[in-house]
């Protein structure tokens, strides 16, 4: 266990590139979340990142906050669980939902294939099991489908393993614990 503590840095702080994204997050989102903030600490990583995540993606919004969410829950990240709990309910999920898929499982077939084998991947590290696989398939994802879930997970994973490490302060209101 770290003994530093890490703190957020504020616009002043970060380097003109990143205030620049700091202003346009401002814009968008009606303020700077932490976790951005502290990715800034890194001339280039905010930027970098921010590119990264809102990249196109053959998966649609609500398969993607699926994928967050149960990627952030296997790897125990409270900040990323929070952030996509709001943005999942943005996208239509029910507490209900929402609670489901961080359990690993969904009512819908389709969605279900995919959190069981977002899961599978992010606690095996790759080594998924082929019965997961195959039902993924089976639901009609396709190839195209399972990179870009495995590019999702890497982003999601990121993110969790900054967060894990920092504990910054959660500035979204708290997900409902399981």
Do not use: W
């Not at 590290?125 to 870009?148: M, Y």
């Amino acid at each position: 266990m770290t003994t530093t503590t890490f703190s957020v840095p504020t616009r002043s702080e970060v380097s003109e590139n990143n205030q620049a994204i700091f202003d346009n997050l401002q814009k968008a989102l009606g303020f700077v979340p932490n976790l951005y903030a502290v990715i800034a600490n890194s001339k280039n990583g905010l930027e970098k990142y921010l590119a990264y995540q809102n990249a196109k993606t053959s998966l649609n919004n609500k398969e993607k906050e699926a994928v967050n969410l149960i990627v952030s829950q296997v790897n125990n990240c409270v900040y990323c669980v929070s952030a996509h709990t709001v943005i999942g309910k943005m996208n239509g999920f029910t507490d209900e939902q929402i609670l489901d898929i961080r359990k690993g499982k969904a009512a819908d077939a389709k969605l279900n294939a995919l959190v069981q084998l977002a899961g599978e991947i992010t606690k095996t590290r790759g080594e998924a099991n082929s019965d997961l696989v195959d039902a993924f398939f089976a639901q009609g994802f396709t190839n195209e489908n399972l990179v870009d879930l495995i590019l999702l997970i890497s982003d999601k994973t990121a993110m969790n393993y900054l967060h894990n490490l920092t504990k910054v302060p959660v500035d979204f209101p708290l997900a409902p614990s399981l």
